[in-house]
Every structure is written in C-alpha cells, then in structure tokens.
C-alpha cells in the first residue's frame, strides 16, 4: 500500500474560512472587506493510493482552465472570495503522467464532497473506471448554494449509500472492498455528506481528513472550518478525527489544505 500526497494547486483564502472567527462581521470567511493581513495561501490536495486491489484517487484538485480564464471557471461569486493557482505540472494529469499513469487506468475516483477544490479538476478524469461520491453530498450539492455545479456537469458520477462501519463520529461509511483495508468514513459537518479516508497501512491507520479541519491545529484546539452546514455534526467530525489521531495505531492524520503538509509518499 503506497499513499501519495500530492500539490494539485493552491488557494487564496480568507483566514476565517479556514478557521471560524467570532467577530461583527456576518460573514468573514468571504474575505469581502477584510484586508489582505487576514488572507494566507493553502495547498489543494490529493491523494493516489496504489492499493493492491486498484488505483484509487482522492478528490482531483484544479481543472487547467484555473491557468487561463478563473472567473469563468469559478464564477463571479465564488471568485470575489477566494482565487486559486495551479503552476505548470501541478494538474492531476500532470501528476499523473509523472507517475505514468492514465485517466482511464484509475479505478475509483473518490470526491470527498463536490466544493470546488476538490471536483474542478473532475473533467480531467471522466474516463476514469468508476467516479465515487456520497449519496448526502450528491443530494445537497444539486440543491444547495456554495457548489459551482458545472464542475461536475455530465460527469458520470455514481453515488454510495451509508452503510454501517466500525469507525467514525457516526459509525457510518463505506468499507470501499470489503475488506477492512479503506474506508469512506461519513465524517458530515463543513457539508451534508463529506467523507474522510481511512487507510490500513502496514503500521497502522493513515486517516485523511478531508476539511474536517484545515490542519492539525483545528482539532488539537478544536476550531470548527469557517464554513459548517451543521455545527454539532462539524463539531462531532473534528472531535472524531482527534481521538482518532490519538491513537497508538493511527500513523497520521492529515488536513486536505494543511500547509505543514509536504507532497510525500507513505508507505
């Protein structure tokens, strides 16, 4: 089992979507009026997992068309709060091709939930072998504001329903093979139906965490995301992902925009 962490682009934020503020501004996490003192540059992350039973890839970073036209990608409302970058090779069919690896070679394309940084590069994928989200997230990202649905527009996208699995703030997930070796852990709160990974490597449990929190000190101190569609279960998720980062038998556990985080292999 190898697990790749990789840089598939970068995003500029306001500080309080990353971490929840109380202050009188009713909504700091849109950075609208705020200086740039309170912005700050996240890594957009992905994973490959090289698992003996298929490739598997983790949400699918920025489409290239970040690179040429963002407002038009993005659109007007998304792109007054936060902007992206995504360096030449930093594409997930950039990376990709480093690893010789094709779209059409990749068994599961897992979308932890449908916000932008994790489905905009969704196109570059859609010959990909099976393209996997969560029947919640699915539900709520076609009827709610704060997903750009074109990103996904045609995608073949399948949807899984939660069954019952022995991890997790609700006991709920996916066992993706059956086999106790990665689970799709319903870890709901930043959105309806956010899933986190839960891998078994050969020393123990490497947990990706999705944006359950934006890095370790979001649940070591307990800092809800800027942006929850339901606070108790954000709250239930971030205190999940801490015990569980506690554990003897937990190798790490690792925020999707952690800037502490470096691309990597573990294995």
């Known amino acids: 089992m190898k697990v790749h962490i990789l840089h598939t682009g970068k995003v500029y ?6 971490y929840k503020e109380k202050n009188l501004h009713p909504m700091p996490y849109t950075g609208w009026l705020r200086g740039e003192e309170k912005k700050m540059w996240v890594p957009v992350s992905s994973y490959l997992i090289e698992h003996p039973k298929g490739l598997i890839l983790v949400d699918t970073g ?42 059409n070679e990749i068994d599961f394309v897992l979308l932890s939930h449908l916000h932008s940084d994790h489905v905009s590069g969704l196109n570059h994928l859609l010959d990909a072998k099976k393209i996997l989200t969560s029947e919640l997230e699915w539900k709520a990202a076609n009827k709610k504001i704060g997903y750009i649905k074109s990103m996904w527009e045609g995608a073949p996208i399948k949807t899984f329903e939660l069954e019952d699995v022995p991890y997790g703030p609700f006991n709920k997930g996916l ?39 934006y890095s370790n000190k979001s649940w070591t101190q307990m800092i809800l995301p800027g942006v929850t569609t ?27 925009h952690d800037p502490a985080i470096k691309p990597q292999i573990i294995e």
């Open 175 to 213: 066992d993706l093979f059956g086999d106790g070796t990665l689970f799709l852990i319903h870890t709901p709160g930043h959105t309806d139906g956010m899933f986190s990974i839960l891998v078994k490597m050969d020393e123990g449990w490497l947990l990706l965490a999705s944006d359950v929190g």
């Open 13 to 18: 934020i306001d500080q309080a979507l990353a």
């Open 62 to 103: 920025w489409h290239e068309e970040m690179r040429t036209n963002q407002k038009k990608h993005l659109g007007r409302l998304a792109y007054s709060m936060y902007r992206g970058e995504l360096p030449e090779g930093d594409s997930i069919i950039d990376k990709l091709n480093t690893f010789g690896v094709k779209s």
């Open 230 to 256: 339901n606070k108790s279960n954000a709250r239930q998720s971030l205190k999940w992902v801490r015990d569980f980062s506690s554990r003897k038998d937990c190798i790490q556990a690792i925020a999707n």
